[in-house]
T-cell receptor, first 117, second 111 residues
Framework: GAVVSQHPSRVICKSGTSVKIECRSLDFQATTMFWYRQFPKKSLMLMATSNEGSKATYEQGVEKDKFLINHASLTLSTLTVTSAHPEDSSFYIC?????????????FGNGTRLTVT | GQNIDQPTEMTATEGAIVQINCTYQ??????LFWYQQHAGEAPTFLSY??LDGLEEKGRFSSFLSRSKGYSYLLLKELQMKDSASYLCAVEGMDSNYQLIWGAGTKLIIKP
């Protein structure tokens, strides 16, 4: 079945540094990928929609200069958390559709647990 | 506005049956998904409904009534490993296939 690979699974960084998270679709091409953030015991919060070859579409309240998204190819999207602060500590998950039909489900990466100290 | 409601938490016994309900009010409807999420892990796909009726897939079944804005996930022969959160998500009319997520139902299975 369709697989989405997300790396790294865990990262600890110091406040003020930047962290890059990669999301790859391994056996299908994804023109659109989604980046989510999940707080403890909360549902997924869509941060942005990543479109191959164009600028990402950010949800209201998400700082585009802080959460840089690059979708350079049909199989890779990256999320860079710039100048990270402790409040950015969270679980970040990417996802992609394996097909273009409305009945093709989202496939999720395994998520990245970010801890900013 | 757009809204998806699910119970926050449910408890059931191993071997029993449990039904998790989801009601939604969204601007347009292209389909409804159910996902399972174990603590600390990403969600995994369970089912998809776009037409009214029951979709059965092994121990899990999902039902949809579009006129009522209602769906349920039915889990049979519960196993301890079914303890997880179950997320209901609706695809609206957005061309980017964005999903509107419920807050999830935490299912606790007791022996």
């Amino acid at each position: 079945g369709a697989v989405v690979s997300q790396h790294p699974s865990r990262v600890i960084c110091k406040s003020g540094t930047s962290v890059k998270i990669e999301c790859r679709s391994l056996d299908f091409q994804a023109t659109t990928m989604f980046w989510y953030r999940q707080f403890p015991k909360k549902s997924l919060m869509l941060m942005a929609t990543s479109n191959e070859g164009s600028k990402a579409t950010y949800e209201q309240g998400v700082e585009k200069d802080k959460f840089l998204i690059n979708h350079a190819s049909l199989t890779l999207s990256t999320l860079t958390v710039t100048s990270a602060h402790p409040e950015d500590s969270s679980f970040y998950i990417c996802s992609a559709r394996s097909g273009t039909g409305v009945n093709s489900p989202l496939h999720f990466g395994n998520g990245t647990r970010l801890t900013v100290t | 506005g757009q809204n998806i409601d699910q119970p926050t938490e449910m408890t059931a016994t191993e071997g029993a049956i449990v039904q998790i309900n989801c009601t939604y009010q969204t601007s347009g409807f292209n389909g409804l998904f159910w996902y399972q999420q174990h603590a600390g892990e990403a969600p995994t796909f369970l089912s998809y409904n776009v037409l009214d009726g029951l979709e059965e897939k092994g121990r899990f079944s999902s039902f949809l009534s579009r006129s009522k804005g209602y769906s349920y996930l039915l889990l049979k022969e519960l196993q301890m490993k079914d303890s997880a959160s179950y997320l209901c998500a609706v695809e609206g009319m957005d061309s980017n296939y964005q999903l509107i997520w419920g807050a999830g139902t935490k299912l606790i299975i007791k022996p």
